[in-house]
T-cell receptor, first 115, second 113 residues
């Protein structure tokens, strides 16, 4: 099983450039998430989609937009990249369960550097 | 704000020694609690989780954690460290009614030969 697939794995951008990180899951999960990981700060939630057709802001949404294209795919877009967005980005998904107690399944990450 | 705190950004133990990684949450209502592990250049994977029931939870690779409501804690332990345990460990919570998993800052575990 592929699980959660992120592309690209590495990207270097110049300040002001735009790009989209792609994420797809093949586990028929309802919820999908985008996190960023920075040293000493753990993972911080950028945006999430509780189900197809809905998206919500997380803890650090400024400078980002998302699209839940269908049940499988959830993309993250940087419209005008800034050096502060240099980070490792993780996409995750979670199956539907009534009490929302389920674990997250992570992709392998996308390492973004903004010069 | 609801949060989760991991005490110690780095922990170093000798191979064969006890591993203890600390986690405390900030809520009077117990959340759902998780420990995830991240190996270098990989995503996170679940070690174990507590939702309801028995307060001592066993996970993969010999790890276990105990939920203590009176201490608002969910510390991770392993009786005997192995070199392959070297990784970063994250405590995480889902507060009641929430869709969001909140992560601690992480603890990097070093295992010395």
């Amino acid at each position: 099983n592929a699980g959660v697939t992120q592309t690209p794995k590495f990207q270097v951008l110049k300040t002001g450039q735009s790009m989209t990180l792609q994420c797809a899951q093949d586990m028929n999960h309802n919820s999908m998430y985008w996190y960023r990981q920075d040293p000493g700060m753990g993972l911080r939630l950028i945006y999430y989609s509780a189900s197809e057709g809905t998206t919500d802001k997380g803890e650090v949404p400024n400078g980002y937009n998302v699209s839940r294209l269908n049940k499988r795919e959830f993309s993250l877009r940087l419209e005008s990249a800034a050096p502060s967005q240099t980070s490792v980005y993780f996409c995750a998904s979670r199956p539907r369960d009534y009490a929302n107690t389920g674990e997250l399944f992570f992709g392998e990450g996308s390492r973004l550097t903004v010069l | 704000a609801q949060s989760v705190t991991q005490l110690g950004s780095h922990v170093s133990v000798s191979e064969g020694a006890l591993v203890l990684l600390r986690c405390n949450y900030s809520s009077s209502v117990p959340p759902y609690l998780f420990w995830y592990v991240q190996y270098p250049n990989q995503g996170l994977q679940l070690l174990l989780k507590y939702t309801t029931g028995a307060t001592l939870v066993k996970g993969i690779n010999g790890f276990e954690a105990e939920f203590k409501k009176s201490e608002t804690s969910f510390h991770l332990t392993k009786p005997s460290a192995h070199m392959s345990d070297a990784a970063e460990y994250f405590c995480a919570v889902i507060y009641t009614g929430g869709f969001k998993t909140i992560f601690g800052a992480g603890t990097r575990l070093f295992v010395k030969a």
